[in-house]
């Protein structure tokens, strides 16, 4: 599959992406990416994220692949059970936090807890970070593996955004691509 074969559906976490962090320089160079808007970046509702994610994919126009970051990838691992059927066809999932057990969370996060452990309907990459402070390495290997995911370890890392040197992220767009390839 190629990137103008398909919506590519951008999906930031807590307070959104920033002008340097990646998946906005990736919603600017996609020319079928755009990213899902939140009603409140820092007040996270999980029925309002997990709902304008839906929507976002019920108005997709071709087949949807989901590209989420942080509490995005909670918002879409929890939104799946409402999209239609066969409409995502892959998503790459980065830097997982574990709103069940990181300490000192705050409770507008925690409040997408639990996460789901069902199989996904789709194929994904699950890319973490081995120094990610959100999410301990070895829970999102869990995760990867409930969800059927494949797990790309992104080595030391921190959490995969601005702050820990990934403004652009060639390596991520790559991993894109190859993704793409295989579906």
């Not at 600017?28 to 994220?49: F, K, N, Y």
């Not at 507008?108 to 402070?133: C, G, I, K, M």
Request: one cysteine or more; proline letters at 9%.
């Amino acid at each position: 599959m190629k990137t103008a074969d398909c919506d590519i559906l951008i999906i930031p976490g807590l307070a959104g992406s920033e002008e340097e962090h990646w998946q906005a320089r990736w919603a600017s160079r996609l020319a079928t990416g755009r990213i899902v808007a939140q009603d409140d970046w820092h007040q996270p509702e999980p029925a309002a994220w997990c709902g304008r994610i839906v929507e976002a994919v019920e108005a997709a126009s071709r087949p949807v692949i989901l590209i989420a970051h942080s509490l995005g990838v909670v918002a879409s691992v929890e939104a799946i059970k409402d999209f239609p059927p066969g409409t995502v066809r892959g998503a790459l999932f980065v830097a997982l936090p574990d709103v069940e057990r990181t300490p000192n969370l705050p409770e507008r996060v925690r409040a997408f807890a639990p996460l789901p452990r069902e199989p996904l309907p789709f194929p994904s990459l699950l890319v973490a970070s081995r120094t990610d402070p959100y999410c301990a390495y070895e829970r999102a290997e869990d995760f990867a593996a409930s969800w059927g995911s494949l797990l790309v370890d992104a080595g030391e890392s921190g959490h995969i955004n601005v702050a820990s040197g990934h403004g652009p992220w060639p390596e991520g767009l790559m991993r894109l691509a190859g993704f793409l390839r295989n579906l």
